[in-house]
């Protein structure tokens, strides 16, 4: 990776605490707020290539996890689980993906409480346009690091997502 030693915003608004007597550690704050502009420089050029395909990032996730799966079919509590969502928000995702034609939605033959989603052949051929596309374009607006950057970066961010989602888990 470019070693860019070169101010950005980040370190102006280090240096404006600092000149206002502020004693704290700015490393935290600066690591949060790349992270931050990171996740949304990211979070807009891949919402951005999904809407050329008339998907939200939230449908993608949907259409990719059904795709991944061993099973032919998930549950909708098995897909918001993975998802770490609400179940509303997987209903009103399931809901948009099956006016779209992408997913149907069965009751199980067995037990008519328990639904399964499923690609359609739409969804599936969709899936599997958009996936190749998705990891393309994350490869090249990471182009610039080497492998062992990669592996790196990815380490210490597995190690302080794990840091922080511990720290919420033992405040609620």
């Not at 996740?39 to 939200?56: P, Q, V």
């Not at 991944?68 to 098995?78: G, I």
Request: aromatic fraction near 4%; proline fraction near 2%; glycine fraction near 6%.
């Amino acid at each position: 990776m470019r070693k860019n030693n070169a101010p950005d915003d980040i370190d102006g608004i280090t240096e404006q605490w600092q000149a206002r007597g502020l004693k704290a550690d700015f490393s935290s704050m600066q690591i949060a707020a790349r992270a931050l502009r990171l996740s949304k420089a990211l979070e807009t050029r891949i919402g951005d290539l999904h809407a050329r395909f008339n998907l939200k990032q939230g449908e993608f996730d949907v259409l990719a996890a059904l795709r991944r799966a061993d099973a032919d079919a998930l549950t909708p509590s098995a897909l918001y689980q993975s998802m770490l969502l609400s179940s509303g928000a997987m209903t009103s995702r399931l809901d948009r993906l099956e006016n779209k034609g992408l997913i149907t939605r069965a009751h199980c033959p067995q037990d008519r409480r328990s639904v399964k989603v499923s690609l359609t052949a739409q969804g599936q051929v969709l899936i599997d346009e958009v996936a190749p596309a998705h990891f393309d374009l994350l490869s090249s607006l990471l182009s610039g690091m080497t492998d062992n950057d990669k592996t790196q970066f990815a380490s210490l961010l597995k190690g302080c997502l794990q840091l922080i989602e511990t720290q919420v888990e033992a405040t609620e």
